[in-house]
């Protein structure tokens, strides 16, 4: 089956984005072919300074081959490498209903955020329908709040293919469910939006200096703790091992442990976590030329599977 998922470099990439996104991304990749990419022409709709998009841009590529991405599995590229997807966006631009486009909330939300309310923000759904069908996608992880994008996406395959004949592959999405969200130090949704993240890599004593910071409440040490409602225990639960939840949630219900020592005990197991990868990060970093080869690579791979939808859509509308 074909899985293909793109991740936006807006950011330096957090754990909420690898256990809500990119760890399901990774392990799709071994009983399927993955298809993924680094959605920059996307990111380009917040208006990010070139040098920002650029770094952000490879940053995101070292997490992903840092953590475990195949290069020999997986095609992996630069959205902006395969310029055919905008071209694709364009031909699909002209059988959406505006009033598909304007349901959307991500639209809304962006601008409820105070970003400018461009074009490209508006269109931003038709050119992810792009990236999903110009690779005969079949299957799209993606976090809960992508569904409506799917939705979308298949809404435009199935109007384009009643107009002009069967071209395009209807995708289902697979709403990554596992982890519903990551909460960020203060308790809201952890997001580059709400600078309350703790980066996947990001230097060992600052991510115990930003454990320490997670918003609790202020039940003393001795006071009972419920453990669903804590911020600390949520993160816990998506490092420690199964003997090692049982046991902080005794000690949240029992009372006579403190947020602190909880606090230390996550801080330790997200270090650990993420410390197999690190090594390899690092190496990354002191081979940049590496990277882009590989993005390249997979850039060329993708265009030749993108050249061909392509063709057969141009074909369909009559531009051939
Ligand atoms: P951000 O909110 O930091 O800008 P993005 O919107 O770029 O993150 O998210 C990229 C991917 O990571 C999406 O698939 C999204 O669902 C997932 N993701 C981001 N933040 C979280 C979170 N706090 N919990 C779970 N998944 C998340
Ligand atoms: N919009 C997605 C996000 O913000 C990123 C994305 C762009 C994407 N194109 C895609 C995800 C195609 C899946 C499929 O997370």
Known sequence: MRVLSGIQPSGRLHIGNYFGAMRQHLQ???????????ADYHALTSGPKPDDLRQH?????MD??????????TVFWCQSDVPEVTE??????????????????????????????????????VLQAADILIFNSNLVPVGADQK???????????YFNNTYGEVFVIPKEHIIASVAVVPGLDGRKMSKSYDNTIEIFEPEASVKKKVMRIVTD???????????KCNVFALLKLVASQDEIKEWDAKYRNGGTGYGQAKKKLAELLIEYFRPFRQKRAELEQNLDYVR??????????????RETLAKARKAVGLD
């Open 28 to 38: 799709l990749q071994a009983e399927n072919e993955g298809f993924y990419f680094i």
């Open 57 to 61: 841009r490879l940053a995101v590529a």
């Open 64 to 73: 992903y081959l840092a953590l475990g991405l195949d290069t020999n599995k």
């Open 88 to 125: 694709l966006s364009w031909i699909l631009s002209c059988i959406t209903p505006m009033g598909l486009l304007q349901r959307c909330v991500g639209y809304k939300d962006k601008i409820a955020q105070g970003l400018s309310a461009n074009h490209g923000l508006f269109a931003y759904p």
């Open 148 to 158: 409506q994008h799917i939705e979308v996406t298949r809404d435009i395959a199935e």
């Open 218 to 228: 202020s039940t003393p040490v001795e006071g009972a703790k419920d453990p669903d």
């Open 293 to 306: 080869d590989v993005l390249a690579q997979g850039a060329e791979k993708a265009k030749a599977v993108a």
